[in-house]
């Protein structure tokens, strides 16, 4: 049965070509990489895996494709150190100019490390949340979330295993992170950038609720 506790919609324009990832059971998925549009003008640049069932002739750069499924996290060693990743995992394909929005999620799930409350340097609040949400199996994604503003201020109230319903936008986002011997990398933030919240608690109490990790997976991903 699908699950509703996390549905993701994106609407983009593929920009590279599908490239085998991983296999499960005998069935292939392929890693591939969707621009999709912000209001704003500006773009997002999205991975998406997808399952070789789903794959046909026009999975191809330069084609605008619609996708529905879930948003998915991994750990990867990268340089010696474990990463959380994402990656929207395609259930179904959808035809793009039927999409009112162009990416659009809904994750229902629990805190599971203490909120972070910051004023970055343009002087913009912002709240870091890492959201807890059920997967089938007995499994659970960690996905990294950002409030602003005056949602950011509600959000750093909230406690560990508190239950989050929340809306927004699966975004993509570029830093800098200065390593221990001075040398300065360029990386890519993955998280979901909220437009609601709304804090459950009532179902706190839920069993069908994630295990909350004694130290949730690690998410280094600053915002300037």
């Given at each position: 049965?699908?699950?509703?506790?996390?549905?993701?919609?994106?609407?983009?324009?593929?920009?590279?070509?599908?490239?085998?990832?991983?296999?499960?059971?005998?069935?292939?998925?392929?890693?591939?990489?969707?621009?999709?549009?912000?209001?704003?003008?500006?773009?997002?640049?999205?991975?998406?895996?997808?399952?070789?069932?789903?794959?046909?002739?026009?999975?191809?750069?330069?084609?605008?494709?619609?996708?529905?499924?879930?948003?998915?996290?991994?750990?990867?060693?990268?340089?010696?150190?474990?990463?959380?990743?994402?990656?929207?995992?395609?259930?179904?394909?959808?035809?793009?100019?039927?999409?009112?929005?162009?990416?659009?999620?809904?994750?229902?799930?629990?805190?599971?490390?203490?909120?972070?409350?910051?004023?970055?340097?343009?002087?913009?609040?912002?709240?870091?949340?890492?959201?807890?949400?059920?997967?089938?199996?007995g499994k659970s994604d960690y996905i990294p979330c950002i409030a602003w503003g005056r949602t950011a201020r509600y959000a750093a109230t909230l406690n560990v295993g508190d239950r989050l319903e929340v809306q927004g936008r699966f975004q993509s986002r570029d830093y800098q992170k200065q390593m221990p011997d001075g040398t300065v990398i360029n990386r890519v933030a993955l998280e979901v950038s909220l437009s609601r919240l709304t804090?459950?608690?009532?179902?706190?109490?839920?069993?069908?609720?994630?295990?909350?990790?004694?130290?949730?997976?690690?998410?280094?991903?600053?915002?300037?």
């Amino acid at each position: 049965m699908e699950m509703e506790n996390n549905q993701l919609c994106l609407c983009g324009v593929i920009e590279t070509d599908p490239a085998l990832d991983h296999e499960v059971f005998g069935e292939n998925f392929y890693r591939l990489e969707i621009r999709v549009p912000r209001l704003s003008g500006a773009h997002d640049l999205l991975p998406v895996t997808i399952s070789e069932r789903l794959m046909n002739s026009q999975i191809k750069p330069g084609v605008r494709i619609g996708i529905s499924g879930q948003l998915r996290s991994y750990n990867k060693v990268m340089g010696g150190a474990g990463r959380l990743l994402l990656t929207a995992f395609a259930q179904q394909l959808l035809a793009p100019d039927e999409m009112e929005n162009p990416n659009l999620i809904h994750l229902t799930g629990a805190i599971c490390k203490p909120p972070a409350f910051r004023t970055t340097p343009f002087g913009r609040e912002i709240t870091d949340l890492m959201l807890a949400v059920n997967r089938a199996f007995g499994k659970s994604d960690y996905i990294p979330c950002i409030a602003w503003g005056r949602t950011a201020r509600y959000a750093a109230t909230l406690n560990v295993g508190d239950r989050l319903e929340v809306q927004g936008r699966f975004q993509s986002r570029d830093y800098q992170k200065q390593m221990p011997d001075g040398t300065v990398i360029n990386r890519v933030a993955l998280e979901v950038s909220l437009s609601r919240l709304t804090c459950l608690k009532d179902a706190r109490a839920d069993a069908a609720a994630p295990v909350i990790l004694e130290k949730p997976p690690v998410n280094d991903q600053p915002v300037q």
